[in-house]
Every structure is written in C-alpha cells, then in structure tokens.
C-alpha cells in the first residue's frame, strides 16, 4: 500500500461561539473571512455552494486568533481531492 | 394554573445548571459532553465564584476553575500538561448584561530543557558512547529550589481583558517581584521518591503561587496546578440508574443511627468515587474592586476553553511540531454552575452549550422549565418510595415525585437570575452570581447547603468549594424550595414564593420537596484549605 505522506485530519470545530450578541435562537455565528470557490456568497451562510476543502484549510490556518470569528461550516458542502503533500508549506 | 414568580423573566430560559446533583450526576462537569471527552486538556471540571475567606482576604474575590478531569495520579510518564493550543479564560459580567466586561485569559508553553533536546545521558562503551535522550519527565529527586532533574517545563502567560473577549483591550498581568509576564507551573505529584513526601510537595508547589499586578486596580494572587479533585460524588452508582436510595439514611447527616430513611444511603467518604483523582486549577485572587462595577456589587462569572478552529497533524510528529494549527479561537468548553450540561441539556444538544455563550441561552429554556431529570428520579423511585412508606394503594400515596409547578420558577431564580436581594442582577443566562458585599462565613461555620442552609455566603450565591453543590441541587430540583427555608429574620422559615403566589400552594407542588436527599459522598469547608489556592495537595502517584 502506498504509503501515505500527508496522513492529515483536519479538525474543524463546528464554530458556534461567536461575537454576535442579537440572536436568541441559536449560537450566533459570524461569518469571518470565507475561502471561496465557485459561487460561494461569503454573506450567506446557508449557500450550498461546494468548497474545496483543502483551499478553505490553507485559509483557516492563515487566519489570525484574535480579533476575528469562527467560520460557520454548517451550510458548507465540502469538495474533497486528494493531495498528500497539500499542506506541505505549513508544516 | 401555571405560576411564574413576578418579575422574573421566563422567556429567555436558560440551561440551568440544577443539579439533578446527586442522582443521575456524574462529576460536576466531567466529560460531560460527547464532543469534548476526545479533549480531555480543554474539560472544564469545576468552577467557583466566591468572596475570599482567607483572614485578611475579605476584600478579595477568588475564582477557581479546574481542568482535565479524573486524572489518575499514576498518570506517567507524561503526566496532565495543559494544552499549548488551547486558550483558557476566565469570565466575569460586572454589569448584568450575560456579557463578558472583564476576561483572565491563560495560554500555557512547555519545553524540554537543554535547547529542546532533553536531559541525555551517556550511553555505550568507553570511547564509544553515544549521547541518548532519556524518556522521562525527571531523572531525579524535586524540591523547592531544585529543579535540575526537571526535563520538563511547564509555563504561561496571563492577560487581562476588558471588553469583549476577541476585541477588547489586552493587558498583562505581571509579576509584583520582577514585572515578568511568564509564570510557571509546578510539575505534578508523581511521588515521593521524586517530592520526598507530602509536605515536600506542597513545599514545592507553594512557590508557584504568583503575586500579581493586576491590570490598573491593585494586586492579587495567581496559581495554576495540580490539586486533589474537589468535587465529590457517588459516580459509579449514580449514573447505574441511581443504583442505590438517595436519601439520608441517618436520622442526620454522619449521625451513624440509621434513623433516617428505610434503606437510605448515609454519609461516607467512601462513597465518592473521586476521592484517589486529581485535577488541574486555575485559579486567581483579585480585589473586589477590580471587579464588580460602580453600581452593582453583583457580578457572574464562567470559564472557557477555546482551540484554533483548524488543525493539520504532522505526519512526521515532533515534541515542537505535532500539528499545525490556525483560525479563529472557537470555544469548546463551557463551565458555570455545578451540572449543567451533565444533567439538564439533552445528550443531543451538550455540544452546542459547550460552544454557546451565556446570552445565547436562550435556546436551551426548555431544558429548564421542564426538567427531565426529576420525571425520571419518579420512574426510577416512585414505587419504592411510596412501598417503603407505606402510601401504596392509599388515598396520601405519592401520585408523582416531581414538582408540578411548571414552568419551573424556582429553577429559574437559582440559576437563570438569582435571586432579589441576594445576586440578582438583571441578567437572564446560566452563570454562577456572586453578590459580593454579602460577607464572607469563616472556615469551621460554613454550611454545606450554602443559602439553603441560611448561609448566604454560599451556593447558589456564588460557589465555595466546601458546598455540597450535589446534595444541594438534587434537593432544588425535586422541589425544595417550594418549601419554607430558614432565611427569615433570625433563621426563621419562610418562603420564598418561587413555586405558588401562597405558601400551602407552593408546599403542594412539591411533595418531597423536604426530603434529605442526597448521593452519600460528604463534602464540607473541612476538606478544603483556609489560604488561597483553597484546593489541596494532590494525590500523589506514588504514596511510598
């Protein structure tokens, strides 16, 4: 079996906690800076576009800790292809 | 008819931390969610909120969050570090909002001495030796002072937030001795051959007690590390369906007469399944006044845990690099009052709360209003309750145990808005309350039902961690106070009306509501220190 060099597991918490104190019904979601594909609304977060997954990693990886807010993944239909070195410049 | 105390607002709902305690109630917050057990470093445990009782603290408040749950002392050869990619906070609402004004934030770095390769020894023939990496965490004996056979290090850094805890202005916190900003963190107890003994231990980790410049408002106390679990309960048993009758057995608590309840469980230490476990504190002293707000001498308080929403492993893992991470701080842990998320939010939504904030509670209200776990303490025990009575097939025979007084008022005062005149203030959210001009009650004279006892010092005003928060909940969820409480004028009863707009009413909907109940595993202000951390000297690894 070929040994795979890039064994990643991407661990993307379902970003509930965010900085939106309006919305009773729900966790507020922000929608913070959204790698985008295709036809991907950065302003909608119930757009079904699909997003290549290893595109918006590199972009959440890059993103800063503070000052900003957890990506709502819930609407988010990932594209997976397979590249075993993807994220090779952060390691 | 359906009752709500006036001027309470039910609407908002909110996961009220009631205990169901006892029964049914695992550890205070223990792996109490499925998401967060795969994280056991970023588990909140524990949370306190109280007014410091240590002679000469008075002026002070002390918040004390526990991390890592049972952790079994003999945990090597690693141990229980925090996590270097975790971010770990303290919050206090200073101005009844459910929002956070002032925030504690603790990021924790470990390092391996002698520039990240280790302690290494010598290894090999003579003329042949090779320079090997040793695989432990000490290679020798600790004591205060000496550390050189420590291959393992573990700091942090504090920052004091105010505002938002993503957008508001950072501060550090830092040393009074040298205004440094890095503090360190005593290595956990693994034994005596390695700490002496006890007192050598304690010796040592007492050092790590920080005096702090807190930020603009004086000075205060910081210490973050290994203690004895100070939750107690009756784990194993409890969660087998309450494999056992939660009820005093005892005419009193301890009185050893068996004259409480038929078959009742009574008062024992070994009853508590958390007696050999450990835990990791946080834990931070500060002025009263840096606190609370110039027109509230009410505040409410929480802790978090958050980690980057991304993370890459490293297929070629190392002690500096295991993973790569990035993205916004994404709260995972949550930690207010005492079970919670164990006990009252449904096994589909315990995740969620994890990552909810105090102002979005909201979505959980019905979990509060209408309680599961008191329907199921009456399926569990109802037959038996009125057998062991005798009620069986008579007219008084116990129709249902739990309260009928729905929406559940008295649930909402103690955990949603506090009570008038006591610490409420405004908010409508799941967060401990501490009136912080109520006076403090002295180590030996606490009682160990808080408020409930006619100590107001205690829980639900804020937490202490001799208050038996188990015991204590169990009784508020079945009712009890529906009942009169001896908080009137010289510790007469009285009621507080939360349950019926009249007393009889308000007694009727909780028939036993005066019931003793309770898990069995005693805690007392007797099992905690009288200085500041409060918490005790772990259990060591090895005792010998």
């Known amino acids: ?91 | 008819m359906k009752y709500f105390p006036k001027g309470k607002v039910l609407g908002v709902g909110i996961a009220v931390s009631l205990a169901l305690g006892s029964t049914l109630a695992g550890a205070s917050s223990h792996r109490e969610a499925p998401f967060i057990t795969k994280s056991p470093k970023v588990d909140s445990t524990d949370f306190y909120l109280f007014r410091s009782y240590q002679a000469g603290s008075e002026a002070n408040v002390t918040l004390i969050a526990n991390y890592i749950p049972l952790q079994d002392p003999q945990g090597g050869p690693n141990y229980f570090s925090m996590d270097p990619n975790a971010l770990y906070e303290l919050h206090i609402d200073n101005d009844g909002d459910a929002v956070e004004d002032i925030t504690f934030q603790f990021k924790f770095n470990n390092q391996i001495p002698n520039a990240g390769k280790g302690i290494e020894l010598q290894i090999g023939a003579v003329g042949e030796k090779k320079t090997v990496a040793i695989p432990i965490k000490n290679i020798g004996g600790i004591s205060n002072g000496n550390i050189a056979n420590l291959n393992f290090t573990e700091t942090y850094t504090v920052k004091m937030v105010t505002g938002g805890r993503r957008q508001g202005a950072r501060t550090d916190v830092t040393k009074i001795s040298d205004n440094s900003t890095t503090f360190g963190k005593p290595y956990d107890y693994v034994g005596n051959k390695t700490f002496t003994d006890k007192a050598g231990y304690a010796a040592y980790a007492n050092n790590f007690i920080h005096d702090v410049n807190i930020p603009g408002c004086g000075t205060g106390k910081i210490f973050v590390g290994q203690r004895k679990d100070s939750f107690v309960v009756n784990l194993g048993e409890t969660f087998d369906l309450v494999n056992y009758v939660p009820i005093e057995g005892d005419s009193a608590a301890g009185a050893g007469d068996a004259g409480g309840f038929a078959g009742g469980i009574t008062q024992n230490t070994v009853n508590d399944d958390l007696a050999g476990k450990n835990i990791t504190t946080i834990a931070i002293e500060l002025p009263i006044s840096c606190v609370k707000s110039a027109s509230s001498d009410i505040i409410g308080a929480w802790t978090t845990a958050s980690l980057r929403q991304a993370r890459v492993l490293n297929p070629r893992s190392t002690f500096s690099k295991p993973s790569v991470v990035g993205g916004a701080w994404t709260q995972v842990s949550r930690l207010s009052n005492p079970l919670v998320n164990e006990l009252v939010i449904g096994l589909r939504d315990k995740d969620r709360f994890n990552s909810s904030e105090p102002n979005e509670d909201g979505q959980f209200a019905t979990y509060v209003t209408h309680p599961t776990l008191p329907a199921i303490l009456d399926v569990l025990f109802n037959a038996p309750v009125n057998a062991t009575l005798g009620l069986t097939g008579t007219v008084n025979e116990i129709a249902n145990l739990a309260p009928a007084n729905f929406p559940r008022g008295d649930l909402v005062a103690t955990f949603l808005t506090g009570f008038d005149g006591v610490n409420a203030n405004g908010s409508v959210a799941e967060m401990i309350r501490l009136n912080t001009a109520i006076a403090t009650t002295a180590k030996g004279a606490q009682s160990t039902f808080g408020v409930a006892g006619g100590d107001l010092a205690g829980f639900p005003n804020g937490r202490r961690p001799g208050d038996d928060v188990v015991d204590i909940a169990l009784r508020v969820v079945m009712g009890a106070l529906c009942h009169d409480l001896p908080i009137g004028a010289g510790g007469a009863p009285a009621n507080l009306l939360l349950c019926a707009e009249d007393a009889a009413t308000a007694k009727s909907m909780a028939p036993v509501g005066t019931v003793a109940f309770t898990d069995g595993a005693p805690l007392s202000d007797a099992d905690f220190d009288s200085v500041f951390p409060y918490l005790r000297t772990p259990v060591a690894g090895s005792p010998n």
């Open chain 1, 1 to 91: 079996m070929r040994k795979i060099y890039m064994t990643f597991l991407l661990v993307l918490v379902v970003s509930t906690a965010g900085c939106n104190h309006d919305d009773d019904d729900g966790p507020a979601v922000s929608n913070g800076p959204l790698p985008m594909t295709g036809n991907m609304d950065p302003d909608n977060d119930s757009n079904n576009a699909t997003t290549n997954f290893t595109e918006f990693t590199k972009n959440l990886l890059s993103m800063a800790a503070d000052n900003t807010n957890p990506v709502n993944i819930d609407s988010i239909t990932f594209e997976f292809n397979e590249n075993e070195r993807a994220f090779d410049d952060f390691l």
